[in-house]
């Protein structure tokens, strides 16, 4: 089993910054294709950004250009660096690890 929890979401402006990061526990998971996904109210889940073992990225569309995600595997972590935040970019944002876990998710709000 993969515990992952999840830090740094919070209260943010238009065009500023926030940086999350997710620990894992539990199990090595230097191996595993990890990343983040997001819900915003009222919407589907959907994929942010993954990094695989390797590093090799893949981000979402809407996200490109503005969020880099990164890991750090001796110390079993993942990062998402948000820059140039939109209000669009408000929700829970969820840690995941392949092929089936899940951080309990951490806030982002994106307002003026």
């Known amino acids: 089993q993969v515990q992952l929890v999840e830090s740094g979401g919070g209260f943010v402006q238009p065009g500023g910054s926030l940086r999350l990061s997710c620990l894992a526990s539990?199990?090595?998971?230097?191996?595993?294709?990890m990343g983040w996904y997001r819900q915003a109210p009222g919407k589907q889940h959907e994929l942010v950004a993954t990094i695989t073992s390797g590093g090799t990225t893949n981000y979402a569309d809407s996200v490109m250009g503005r969020f880099t995600v990164s890991r750090d595997n001796d110390k079993n972590t993942v990062a998402l660096q948000m820059n140039s935040l939109k209000p669009e970019d408000t929700a829970v944002y969820y840690c995941?690890?392949?092929?089936?876990?899940w951080g309990r998710g951490t806030p982002v709000t994106v307002s003026p």
């Open positions: 995941y690890a392949h092929p089936n876990f």
């Open positions: 539990g199990s090595i998971v230097s191996d595993m294709i």
